[in-house]
């Protein structure tokens, strides 16, 4: 959008967009595992401290999304100049 009031011109311009379904990735390591439900062979010690057991698991998913949005805006005067 632009306007001009005398030798004032504003200007306004939006953009935006949108993702939906990107990838993204979810790792858990065997120390977020503290208890026996979410860990059941996984050995730990004392206090939740994992002692073995797998190592990283990255898990793929499609159930990420982003936006974004912006706006811009500007205002400027000309002025006459003599020669």
Do not use: C, N, W
Request: hydrophobic share 35%; glycine share 8%; no cysteine.
């Amino acid at each position: 959008m632009d306007h001009e009031i005398g030798s004032v011109k504003l200007s306004a311009s939006y953009v935006g967009t949108a993702g939906i379904h990107l990838a993204s990735s979810s790792r858990r390591t065997v120390t977020e595992a503290r208890t026996r439900p979410f860990a059941p062979y996984t050995p730990i010690q004392f206090r939740s401290h994992a002692i073995g057991g797998f190592g990283p698991e990255t898990v793929m998913t499609s159930g990420s999304h982003s936006s974004y949005h912006a706006l811009q805006t500007s205002i400027s005067q000309s002025t006459a100049r003599m020669a």
